[in-house]
């Protein structure tokens, strides 16, 4: 049974390392494993390229798997648990229901953990839930793409589902090396498994036209430079913007905005370490590529996680949502937003976010108030943004306004899952008087009957929508 152990029964080896630093040894055992995973990577892509395909595919296995004991201890028994019951499942549930039978017993083990995390840990930490999250995700899309595979016909499939189809279930050793590569393992982001044995078996990479093999060096060494700029931001600066301290009542309104703004900002460098350091390590291993773009030359983002600086300087709700933890969005457009009446699509996409998340209230929060800001978004920028395009002078106020909107809702938005708990964060939005709450019921109900969109984007909404969802 779960109990403080799962989430406590990790190597204390570094745990010298750790108190001479001051940081917890969860995170020391983290960030080592993160670097160890760069020589592994380079030994992956140059040295074991001409190897057999089952070296290639036992030995990501192999690290991923040590990693995860060295990190979590025993606690790894319940990684393997779902992984190898989901793998029976696939072999023995009808094709017709082999995805909600994967996905009910993955979602339901996995808020099981979560709910023994929610008993004993109320404090942020590195354990157990974050790479069972991760393989959830691998798992459920496997199963997804099984019953594509053997249900559906091909005209009935998107090109994105038909890339993705399989019809028979993998062996033992493919399954086991796609759920725990030592490349992402423990942050993700999602990758699918058509591209990661695109990777076993080399043929991942297209030939340009020179008739050169890219090379993944100088993309991948930038991405890992930023991580560590990054992890010093997350180790030096944010420990002195504690989020309590945005309880605070004794600062000028002002002050406390810019603190406000200035202290969940901080909360995203930790993130972003994580994920630039995963596509990092990702291209260096050889995994990543993408096809050529406009001039020719080879994109390496099939596994970028996150765009900081789209994401930073988003002028739109959406634009926000695209930049920020992609391989999640792309996983709930596969198995929620996709597959959900469209009338639910935003509400259950979100729904479905918040409960892989975990149980802690905060994360309702914020998800039920990402679906309304979502919505709200959209009617702003159908019935607002075109009015702003007959002068550069317009166009500019509109985008600093809704650059300055955003930021704002983000802030907003995350708030509640940055506390994790339902008081901080209720309190939270009792003290900003629900405002994004009801700007936001506001321009998703109301604005359209003050503003109405043009009438061509009024027929054009009812046969497309452009949603994008986390």
């Given amino acids: 049974m779960p109990g403080v152990h799962t989430f406590e029964s990790g190597s204390l080896a570094l745990q010298g390392l750790g108190d001479l630093v001051g940081v917890t040894v969860d995170r020391i055992n983290f960030v080592t494993c993160m670097f160890l995973s760069i020589p592994f990577a380079v030994i992956y892509n140059r040295y074991l390229c001409e190897s057999s395909i089952q070296t290639r595919k036992m030995y990501p296995l192999v690290i991923g798997l040590s990693y995860c004991w060295f990190c979590f201890g025993e606690a790894t028994k319940h990684l393997l648990a ?43 930490s590195i354990d157990l839930t974050g790479p069972f999250m991760i393989s959830v ?6 199963a997804f793409s099984l019953h594509d595979g053997r249900v559906k016909k091909e005209e009935e499939l998107s090109p994105l589902q038909k890339r993705e189809a399989i019809r028979e279930v993998p062996d033992i050793l493919s399954y086991l090396s796609y759920l725990f590569h030592f490349q992402a393992v423990l942050t993700g982001p999602l990758s699918y498994y058509s591209d990661y044995m695109n990777l ?21 060494w930038p991405k890992i430079y930023m991580s560590i700029v990054f992890l010093a931001i997350t180790a030096l600066i944010e420990p002195k913007f504690p989020i309590a301290d945005l309880e605070r009542t004794d600062l000028p309104v002002w002050q406390w905005v810019v603190l406000f703004h200035f202290t969940i900002a901080l909360q995203r460098p930790q993130y972003y370490f994580a994920w630039y350091l995963a596509d990092g390590i990702y291209n260096l291993s050889g995994f990543g590529f993408n096809g050529f773009d406009d001039k020719g030359e080879a994109k390496w983002d099939l596994a970028t996680n996150v765009y900081a600086y789209k994401f930073e300087m988003a002028q739109s709700f959406k634009e926000s949502l695209d930049a920020w933890n992609v ?41 039920l108030t990402g679906a309304m800001l979502t919505l709200g978004g959209k009617g702003l920028r159908r019935c607002l943004r075109w009015r702003f395009l007959s002068s550069p002078s317009l166009k500019g106020f509109y ?34 008087y629900f405002s994004g709450h009801i700007l936001a019921i506001f321009c998703a109900a109301l604005l359209p009957l003050v503003l109405p969109p043009p009438k061509q984007e009024k027929n054009d909404e009812k046969s497309t929508s452009d949603e994008k969802i986390e």
């Fill in 82 to 124: 779902n992984t190898l019951t989901c793998y029976v499942l696939m072999h023995i549930s009808p094709a017709q229901y082999i995805h909600k039978i994967v996905f009910i017993f993955s979602m339901s083990y996995l808020t099981w953990v979560h709910f023994y995390r929610w008993i004993y840990v109320d404090f942020f």
């Fill in 137 to 142: 995700q691998r798992m459920t899309t496997l």
């Fill in 200 to 220: 076993v078996n080399k043929t991942h990479v297209a030939i340009d036209s020179k008739g050169n093999k890219p090379d993944p060096t100088s993309c991948a």
């Fill in 327 to 367: 391989g999640t969005m792309g996983w709930l457009r596969r198995v929620a937003f996709d597959r959900a009446p469209k009338k639910y699509r935003t509400v259950c996409t979100y729904l479905l976010s918040a409960w892989w998340h975990g149980i802690f209230m905060g994360y309702y929060l914020t998800f």
């Fill in 399 to 432: 985008d600093v306004v809704t650059f300055i909107g955003t930021k704002f809702c983000f802030c907003y938005m995350t708030y509640p899952f940055a506390r994790m708990h339902w008081g901080p964060g209720i309190a939270f939005y009792k003290r900003m």
